[in-house]
């Protein structure tokens, strides 16, 4: 076992980025773990690659809807960082047992949508969970096709899932889009770069994210919600409306966008199970010149109420690698040990050669950590030996290594064993098993670029297998 404490505390360091702390926690190298994984490429691929959407799964299928068909946006000092014809138009629908994808487009003739709705229904990094058949999106960042501009839609979307699978997948059938589809507005959705989901009779929360308003160039940033937003959704199949909660009081240490805020699964010490949330690292602090991520994870309970340890206090979890929104799965163990995996995306912390570095132009990465929360409330980081299989590109870069997980998504297999809110049951996994598949996302030719050119979406479909161990 290896461990390492990264100090980051140079003044080219400190002048690079202001973290929320100039230290992060040990990331410990062959920690014994309950499991291991492995990560292998599909023998299918989308026909496009996209990256920023939502998704939902109605059994072996999966549909995906919004996000983007590019890679990382562009950092010019123009209106088209975001260029609005690499919005994604079309419905995915994929299904990993027939190894098959179908899609179609939005902007059919015969989907009954308006160009609004589909502007809507069209946004990068929206906020979304499902609840049975129906999948709820709201916000979102994208233009108005009618006047060129962008902004955060104030949208709630509810679609009914298997409906509109079977739109895409039988495109002769004179069932429209639209009949699948309802839709109503408040400001209070008006968020772009947060997480939604909801825990039983609680209602539903919207947290963290910002409301960008205009067309994205450098210097320039959105209105962050810094809270935890609540309401009810009042759904009975036909007509949509919501019961406005109180949002919870804006703090400071939550202006947080682009982050894995993750479900996890408390045990009490008389052994009852409670859902809740953590909220991993993500981006910006607020130093304008110089801005950092977030390296203290924010706890937030079913009801929305949260809380943060001391950053000042040397026992505080710091969080080290794999610090934005990237694919990641979620573990329950039978000691009541939550396992989160991170799968690649966009770190600060990497291992190279056999030590540790900081980079904090946070460069692209295929490494993989897992986050332990022990029962205690404790957190640790541990890198695994397993990371995305070696694929090079042969468009941009040719001959680099593609760098694959921001923006992607975990997908869980049919029939796998999980709590309500998505968190796997470890215990029930008794050998090897196939327990989802990473979707989309960018794949980067390389760690460190401010170049639309040298990413690109990800059509890369890829199976995680994980074996349980004896630990």
Not at 49 to 63: D, K, M, R, T, V
Not at 381 to 401: D, K
Request: with cysteine.
């Amino acid at each position: 076992m290896k461990k390492i404490l990264l100090l980051t505390v140079l003044c080219t360091q400190i002048a690079y980025a202001a973290n929320q702390t100039t230290i992060t926690s040990p990331v410990e190298v062959g920690h014994p773990l309950p499991f291991r994984i492995s990560i292998q490429a599909e023998d299918f691929t989308l026909p496009e690659g996209i990256q920023s959407g939502a998704f939902a799964q109605c059994e072996s299928q999966y549909l995906f809807i919004s996000g983007r068909t590019n890679g990382l946006h562009n950092f010019n000092n123009d209106n088209n960082n975001f260029p609005p014809n690499k919005q994604n138009t079309s419905v995915f629908v994929i299904d990993v047992c027939s190894k098959t994808v179908t899609t179609r487009s939005l902007l059919d003739p015969l989907s009954g949508l308006s160009q609004e709705q589909v502007d809507t229904l069209s946004v990068t990094s929206p906020q979304y969970y499902q609840c049975g058949n129906t999948l709820y999106i709201t916000g979102g960042y994208g233009v108005d096709t009618s006047t060129g501009q962008f902004s955060t839609k104030g949208t709630l979307t509810a679609i009914n899932v298997a409906g509109l699978i079977s739109w895409v997948t039988h495109p002769t059938s004179t069932a429209r889009a639209s009949e699948y589809i309802r839709q109503i507005s408040h400001p209070l959705f008006q968020v772009t770069g947060g997480h939604m989901s909801q825990v039983g009779d609680n209602p539903t929360l919207l947290m963290f994210g910002q409301n960008f308003s205009g067309f994205y160039t450098p210097g320039t940033t959105g209105t962050y919600t810094n809270q935890v937003r609540r309401f009810h959704i009042v759904d009975n199949g036909h007509s949509l409306s919501i019961i406005l909660k109180p949002s919870t009081t804006p703090d400071p240490n939550y202006r947080r966008r682009d982050l894995n805020i993750i479900p996890i699964i408390k045990t009490t010490c008389n052994h009852k199970k409670i859902a809740a949330f953590v909220a991993l690292a993500g981006v910006f602090t607020p130093d304008q010149d110089n801005p950092g991520y977030w390296t203290v994870p924010v706890e937030i309970d079913a009801q929305g109420n949260s809380s943060m340890a001391d950053p000042n206090l040397s026992s505080t979890f710091k969080q080290g690698m794999n610090i934005y929104n990237s694919a990641h799965v979620e573990l329950h163990s039978k000691t009541g040990a939550l396992y989160s995996i991170l799968f690649g995306g966009i770190t600060y912390v990497s291992f190279q050669d056999g030590t540790f570095i900081t980079d904090s132009g946070f460069p692209f990465t295929n490494q993989v950590t897992v986050i332990e929360r022990s029962t205690n409330g404790s957190y640790a980081q541990y890198l695994l030996p397993n990371q995305y299989p070696r694929i090079v590109s042969t468009a941009s870069n040719p001959g680099n290594t593609l760098l694959f997980g921001a923006g992607a998504k975990f997908v869980p297999a049919p029939g796998i064993y999980a709590y309500h809110n998505g968190v796997l049951k470890l215990k029930k996994i008794k050998k090897k098993t196939v327990i989802g598949y990473i979707l989309g996302g960018i794949q980067s030719t390389l760690p460190n670029t401010n170049s639309s050119s040298d990413s690109a979406a990800s059509p890369y479909i890829f199976k995680v297998t994980l074996t349980p161990t004896c630990c």
